[in-house]
């Protein structure tokens, strides 16, 4: 004799919540690190002016048929390399406590953030300072003033690691502030020999 069959349940339950959209904690830490890294970036405009103000200039000179550098023992190249990095540096050690202080926690979404942000803002600097610098073509400069009268060499950036300077001081300091001064979690209340209530358990 047949028996009756049991309900099949194996059906499609309730539809479970769809995973594959970010959550509202979420979105909001990604909508503040883009805000982060805008205007981090936008803040490279004077790193820009702060470089080409104390950036040392390297003079040549036309002589004869070709252009020298008028002190060949010169270091200026080097010295504009140094002070961008060094302003980038510190750039970014402000840059970081300044998001720090007005978010008042850390997370891998600000620091993601400073980074993109501080790479953006060495390239606008990089490329402000050479735009609003001494003449581009050397040989049209050269004209321009003359034979035997120094002028200025266009503004370099002959180390482009100095690009990450930015980002990296912002990384370490941003870290450095969250593990000193960052919200703490809250760690959990020690179980009793006969679990949280103790021996007497509940009244």
Known sequence: ???????????????APDQSEPGPELRAELVQAALVAIGVAVSGVLLGLVWLWLAPRVP????????????????QAMGADAVFALW??????VSAAVVFWFF????????????????LASVIAWRLGVWLGPESSIEAHARAVGRGMSFDSPLKLGAKGALLAWSLAAMAVHLGLTALFGPRDEEPAELGPQGPLGPQGPK
């Open 60 to 75: 040549l000179v036309w002589i004869g048929d070709k252009i020298y550098p008028k002190d060949a023992e010169g270091e």
């Open 1 to 15: 004799m047949p028996y009756p069959s049991a309900p099949d349940h194996s059906g499609p339950g309730p539809s």
């Open 88 to 93: 980038a540096l510190a750039f970014g050690a």
């Open 104 to 119: 008042r926690r850390g997370g891998i979404a600000l620091v993601v953030g400073l980074a993109i942000g501080g790479v």
